[in-house]
T-cell receptor
Framework: DAKTTQPPSMDCAEGRAANLPCNHS???????VYWYRQIHSQGPQYIIH???NNETNEMASLIITEDRKSSTLILPHATLRDTAVYYC??????????????FGQGTILTVHP | DVKVTQSSRYLVKRTGEKVFLECVQD?????MFWYRQDPGLGLRLIYF???????EKGDIPEGYSVSREKKERFSLILESASTNQTSMYLC??????????????FGQGTRLTVV
């Protein structure tokens, strides 16, 4: 699976949009971009994933560049409860990966009042 | 809602003990995983299973074994616990995604301390 690079930490004011970047310059054509987050003392939680089109759900939006070498997770109106470690992961569907996720260090997002 | 349940939230064991960490999921998922999480090292995959009685080594299998006798249950076994196995252990499950790319669901974790 392709490696990802994320900033170690970011800050955001409550109510503002949080934009979390991720570089995945070696991504292959069949690899998806996934985002998970981990709130302190809990297991990671799935947020969103995409292949090449932008995606939106009730939690966030995912913007993937046209060359697919980077992406941005957008939390449109961050709240204090969004303070967490955010992980960007790329992986291929199926094959011998069997759904395996390889986690990097992630970005610690701190939302301030 | 998918539920992945780990049998204990906190566990304290002595060095040399055999330790069993249990994980149960209720969504008929084919894939199950065990990770450990340590400060500065992130989440690392220990073992995973894609079917009953099937298992594959992850990135750090040494000192661990697993058992999957039933589809819903995946056990992590520390044959002889050591202090360097003190960690947060996380179980996860997902559908077999040969056709459809799917997400993994995680349990709340078991914080194991070996003394």
């Amino acid at each position: 699976d392709a490696k990802t690079t994320q900033p170690p930490s970011m800050d955001c004011a409550e109510g503002r949009a949080a934009n979390l970047p991720c570089n995945h310059s070696t991504i292959s054509g069949n690899e998806y971009v996934y985002w998970y987050r981990q709130i302190h003392s809990q297991g990671p939680q799935y947020i969103i994933h995409g292949l090449k089109n932008n995606e939106t759900n009730e939690m966030a939006s995912l913007i993937i560049t046209e060359d697919r070498k980077s992406s941005t997770l957008i939390l449109p109106h961050a709240t204090l409860r969004d303070t967490a470690v955010y992980y960007c992961i790329v992986r291929a569907a199926g094959g011998t990966s069997y759904g395996k996720l390889t986690f990097g260090q992630g970005t610690i997002l701190t939302v301030h009042p | 809602d998918v539920k992945v349940t780990q049998s204990s939230r906190y566990l304290v064991k002595r060095t040399g003990e055999k330790v069993f960490l249990e994980c149960v999921q209720d969504m008929d998922h084919e894939n199950m995983f065990w990770y450990r999480q340590d400060p500065g090292l992130g989440l690392r995959l220990i073992y995973f299973s894609y079917d009953v009685k099937m298992k594959e080594k992850g990135d750090i299998p040494e000192g661990y074994s697993v058992s999957r006798e039933k589809k819903e249950r995946f056990s992590l076994i520390l044959e002889s616990a050591s202090t360097n196995q003190t960690s947060m252990y996380l179980c996860a499950s997902s559908l077999n995604d040969l056709i459809l790319n799917t997400e993994a669901f995680f349990g709340q974790g078991t914080r194991l301390t070996v003394v």
